[in-house]
């Protein structure tokens, strides 16, 4: 196999585009920059910058090396191998049972397409990889007893059957063009987060973000390495830390553990780990019981029938997760026992202009929804969840020993969401008197049901830190009611409430690191967090907003790991961040912060080798990645 050609991007794509030091939005470049160019999030792990751009109303992820500001493309020759953690080579990927190395081949070269067309030289990259562009992989290979052969590509990517398209995407697409992707009709993507207890996609962030921002539902998959030393638990605690977990806010799909043939023999030993079909069921379980201990839901399972066959026993305890199939090059795949069809199916490695995987999801849109929303979705070929509600046409009132009636919308909720044995026992009947109307009900493990006519009834748990806060900010008269109750599973650990009152829309977040405190998402400093990636691009809150500041600003503080992103609104400026770690950020600081150089009107960009970020007082602060000085121009 000849060595394949590293691309490289045009300099003022890289001055304009594609590469800054922190996870920051831009709301606008230099002069040398096209107005109509905006940043969406943006991070670097490394020596690795990855970001997504909006260019045109085109939405496209992209990764560049920090150096050199070429763009990353994975190296087919490493498939199948293990790679270091942060490695944007090699790694296995959802069917890499039945992946060849041509079809690895095929992704490098059509993500490099991908960000040859950002910087306008298509047909020069055509020429590197020695194919028209779009041109469409050899058909595929016959499969062999319902798995495809190792020369496949996938069946034929103009075929699809019915259902609501999506696609999953790995890191082996380090550029991908997302609002292709949606004009091609995909909705949903899954995308590659983790791969047993120390390997995590580099490139999670800007293909979760991508997604998101072209409406697409998107959730995170885990490549199982099941083994003796690293149990479910453990694995699903990694998958959850890096992104993988579920919040019931319509756009999060749940997480999928994919469970296929070890892709590292010489590691791990046979196809099913050296595990007796009992102890895989067992690991198979602890996975499942502590995701959805930590994010209330059960992981979808993604897998082929002969993997399950040979591996599981053809087990049928898991017939209450959502079941993702694989099957290549046949038009009815077959489906483990327990199952009688399929949720999702991987039907091709070949699909879209794009030739990358491709998926549909086999029922409706609403049951769509239903999956992304609904905690105790019933699989459309399996059971309902344990635990899942039933639903009366008039649930009669319940009396507790003391006397105290549950009834009604609050009573439906807590009925919904576990009764007695989550919330305990009520201490009082409901009552009215609140703001607008409300309602509320205390009960016995120290939670209390608010209701409201815009927001139904939802509880707070007063034992935890959001409930705490929800305390200190004068109950439902200062956040508004709750309208879901406290998500878990976030990255890093963390957790969140929503809260509405009338149109402002008040999210409480919660880490290990930065407590509990409030992102207002309807005001200019929320939007500007959203547009950043939310917790996984600023961070947590570790203030309120705060106002005050000259010239009537405003600002709040997030944190990300070491990094302290401050973001700052004033009438005549907008909402934008200083990263007050970085040195452009100290140098900001040291003046006096918006007193001296006045308000950020950019985040921070990349002009050549300097790093720049623009101040309302008409200064540019600039920091050189060559001599690593800092100064101010005006």
């Known amino acids: ?210 997604a998101g921002a072209v409406g697409m539902v998107r959730g995170g998959y885990h490549f199982a390495i099941p083994t003796r030393t690293s149990s479910g638990a453990k694995q699903a605690d990694y998958f959850i830390d890096n992104g993988g977990g579920w919040s019931a806010d319509g756009r999060t799909l749940p997480g999928l553990l994919d469970m296929e043939d070890n892709p590292y023999r010489s590691l791990y030993g046979n196809h099913c780990y050296n595990f007796s079909q009992a102890e895989m069921v067992s690991w198979i379980r602890d996975f499942s019981n502590r995701y959805k201990a930590r994010t209330g839901r059960v992981p979808a399972i993604y897998t082929n029938f002969y993997w399950w066959q040979d591996c599981t026993g053809s087990s049928t305890a898991f017939n209450d997760h959502p079941m993702h199939i694989a099957a290549y090059g046949t038009t009815a795949p077959r489906v483990p026992s327990g199952w009688s069809t399929y949720d999702f199916w991987q039907y091709t490695d070949a699909g879209f202009n794009e030739k990358i995987d491709a998926n549909v999801y086999r029922g409706s849109a609403a049951q769509l929804q239903d999956l992304v929303r609904n905690r105790y979705y019933k699989p459309l070929g399996g059971r309902a969840p344990a635990g899942t509600p039933v639903t009366a046409p008039a649930a009669p009132a319940e009396v507790a020993p003391a006397g105290y009636v549950v009834k009604g919308g609050i009573g439906n909720q807590y009925r919904a969401l576990g009764g007695s044995s989550v919330f305990g026992t009520p201490t009082m009947n409901e009552r ?108 947590y809150p570790s203030t309120p907003e705060i106002g005050g500041l000259v010239n009537g600003g405003s ?36 003046a006096g912060s918006e007193r001296g150089y006045g308000y950020p009107t950019t985040g921070e960009y990349r002009y050549g080798t300097e790093i720049r970020q623009k101040f309302s007082k008409n200064f540019t602060v600039h920091y050189s990645t060559t001599t690593k000085r800092t100064w101010a121009t005006r």
């Open 1 to 210: 196999m000849k060595a394949t050609p590293r691309l490289t991007l045009p300099a003022a794509l890289t001055a304009a585009v594609l590469a800054i030091t922190t996870l920051t939005p831009v709301a606008a470049l230099d002069e040398a920059a096209t107005p109509r160019t905006t940043t969406l999030s943006e991070e670097r792990q490394g020596g690795l910058v990855s970001k997504v751009v909006e260019s045109d109303g085109e939405i496209v992820s992209t990764a560049v090396d920090a150096a050199t500001g070429e763009a990353v493309r994975p190296d087919p020759a490493r498939a199948g191998t293990q790679p270091a953690a942060g490695d944007p080579h090699g790694g296995a990927v959802m069917g890499q049972w039945a992946k060849s190395e041509q079809h690895f081949e095929q992704l490098a070269a059509a993500s490099a397409r991908t960000a040859d067309e950002l910087a306008g030289n298509a047909d020069d990259d055509a020429a590197d990889t020695g194919a028209a562009p779009g041109a469409a992989p050899g058909a595929a290979e016959e499969a062999v007893a319902g798995v495809a052969s190792a020369e496949s590509l996938g069946a034929a990517a103009s075929w699809a059957p019915s259902g609501i398209k999506g696609t999953d995407v790995s890191n082996w697409q380090p550029s991908l063009n997302w609002s292709s992707l949606w004009n091609q009709g995909s909705r949903f993507a899954y995308v590659k987060t983790s791969e047993g207890d120390s390997i995590r996609n580099s490139l999670f962030n800007q293909q979760y973000v991508g």
């Open 432 to 539: 009215g008197g609140l703001v607008n109307g409300g309602v509320y009900q205390r009960f016995s493990k120290n939670h209390t049901f608010y209701w409201s006519s815009p927001t139904g009834a939802w509880p707070v748990n007063f034992n935890g830190a959001i409930g705490r806060k929800f305390t200190a900010n004068r109950y439902e008269n200062g956040f508004g009611y709750p309208s879901t109750r406290e998500i878990t599973g976030l990255t890093g650990g963390g957790a969140y409430q929503v809260f509405r009152s009338g149109s402002a829309v008040n999210k409480v977040l919660w880490s290990p690191a930065t407590g509990a405190q409030p992102v207002r998402e309807t005001s200019a400093i929320g939007g500007a967090w959203k547009r950043g990636g939310y917790e996984r691009g600023y961070g």
């Open 555 to 590: 600002y709040q503080l997030f944190r990300n790991g070491n990094d302290v992103h401050k973001i700052l609104w004033s009438p005549a400026t907008g909402a934008h961040a200083v990263k007050e770690n970085s040195a452009i950020g100290r140098e900001w600081m040291a």
